[in-house]
C-alpha cells in the first residue's frame, strides 16, 4: 500500500493526522510501551508500540502505523531495519522536496499512478 513518508517536523505540524504514515529514525528509548525515536531530521517523537516489539539503542528503523489525530502519537504495526549506513540526511533531503507542494519531483516519482489519476 502507500504510506505517506514523513519527518518529526511534518507529524508535529499535524500532517498526515489520522492517515497510515511511515517515518524512518533512529531508536533512542523504550520502556516497553513507548518508543522514542529520534525522527530523520533530528526531532524526537514517542510511538505507542507492541510488546513483542525488539528495541535495540541506535538502531535505525521505519516504522508504519496510524497517527493518532487527538495525541500526535503513532501507533504502529509495522517494523522494519534499515541497516546501520542508511544516510538519514539524505533521506530527509528526498522526503521533503516531495512533499513540497511546489515541486514536481515527489508527484512525478513517488505517488503511485492510481494516486495521480485521482488528483487530476
Do not use: W
Not at 12 to 29: C, D, P, T, W, Y
Request: proline letters at 2%; charged letters at 20%; hydrophobic letters at 35%.
Amino acid at each position: 500500500g502507500y504510506f505517506q513518508r514523513m519527518n518529526g517536523e511534518m507529524i508535529e505540524s499535524g500532517q498526515g493526522a489520522g492517515s497510515l504514515i511511515s517515518v524512518i529514525g533512529s531508536m533512542e528509548a523504550c520502556d516497553g510501551q513507548v518508543l522514542n525515536l529520534k525522527a530523520c531530521d533530528g526531532k524526537l517523537l514517542v510511538y505507542n508500540i507492541s510488546a513483542d516489539f525488539q528495541f535495540e539503542h541506535g538502531k535505525i528503523v521505519e516504522i508504519m502505523g496510524t497517527l493518532n489525530p487527538d495525541s500526535g502519537s503513532l501507533d504502529a504495526f509495522v517494523a522494519r531495519g534499515m541497516g546501520q549506513d542508511f544516510d538519514m540526511e539524505l533521506y530527509n533531503d528526498m522526503i521533503t522536496k516531495i512533499a513540497n507542494p511546489k515541486s514536481k519531483f515527489g508527484k512525478t516519482y513517488f505517488i503511485p499512478g492510481e494516486m495521480k489519476e485521482q488528483e487530476q
